[in-house]
């Protein structure tokens, strides 16, 4: 059976996403900050709900400890953003953003993908396959324009991670990738956004079927198509 570990994963697209993981038959490892008030998730009963914050080293290292065998997908999928935080956007463009809470978001968004793997790192291997959820937000592209520092800036680190982690894992067979999750009906991305987590994790997850070792390092859009750095 094959083991999918996926962070943030008691509500929006992450939740989402382990629903349809379990409903397809694999072994799937729940993360989450407070596993006793994950109600969904765990009417979903996955195979294992685990806690993890994942801007708190410590805590993502008990998270990896208690992980067992070979794990076929991580879904580095948690993160936050400045309102969840408590600022507004009129504070955090980049002529003002507080350093302080900038940095935050660059350590929960952006590294966060690096210190969850590497934790995970010898239970990857061969046909393994990493999916960061960044965002376009993180593309030197469409970010320019979004006057919001602390989350470009930590997107763009996730972008950052995701290939520098894409040309470390490649000898050991493992292949990473950088998904826009599309603008998502959340939490986080509000009630007008364009689509459905059902619609954005079926896309990522089929999109990951398909997904080729040759292929890591790419940033894609949900649907598969690619999106420019
Ligand atoms: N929705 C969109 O339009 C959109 C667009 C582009 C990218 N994204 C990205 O997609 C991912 C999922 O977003 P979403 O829309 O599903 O957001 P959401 O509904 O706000 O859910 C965020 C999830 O991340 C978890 N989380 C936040 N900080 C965490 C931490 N320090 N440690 C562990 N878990 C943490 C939350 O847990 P708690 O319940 O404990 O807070 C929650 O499970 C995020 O990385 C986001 O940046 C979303």
């Known amino acids: 059976m094959s ?21 397809r038959g694999d072994n799937v490892v729940a993360g989450c900050r407070k596993p006793d008030e994950a109600q969904e998730l765990k009417e979903l009963k996955p195979n294992l709900i685990l ?20 794990v076929n997908l991580l879904i580095n999928n948690a993160g936050t953003s400045i309102t969840n935080l408590g600022f507004a956007r009129d504070e955090v463009g980049v002529m003002n953003a507080p350093v302080a809470l900038t940095l935050d978001l660059i350590r929960i968004n952006g590294l966060s993908a690096a210190t969850v793997t590497r934790s995970l790192s010898d239970r990857l291997g061969s046909g393994s396959k990493v999916a960061n959820i960044t965002s376009q937000i993180g593309s030197m592209v469409v970010g320019s324009n979004f006057n919001d520092l602390p989350y470009a800036a930590s997107k763009a680190v996730m972008n950052m991670v995701t290939v520098q982690l894409a040309a470390q894992l490649e000898a050991s067979g493992v292949a990473v ?34 997904f ?6 790419a940033f894609l859009r949900w649907d598969g198509s690619i999106h420019p750095w």
């Open 177 to 210: 990738v950088a998904f826009h999750p599309g603008w998502v009906r959340t939490d986080m991305g509000g009630s007008s956004a364009d689509i459905s987590v059902e619609e954005s994790a079926q896309g990522i997850l089929s999109t990951l079927e398909t």
């Open 212 to 217: 080729q070792l040759e292929q890591s390092g």
């Open 3 to 23: 083991t999918t570990v996926i962070t943030g994963a008691n509500r929006g697209i992450g939740l989402e996403l382990a629903r349809q993981c379990i409903q």
């Open 51 to 70: 806690p993890i914050d994942v801007g708190d080293e410590n805590s993502v290292l008990s998270f990896s400890e208690a992980i067992d065998g070979h």
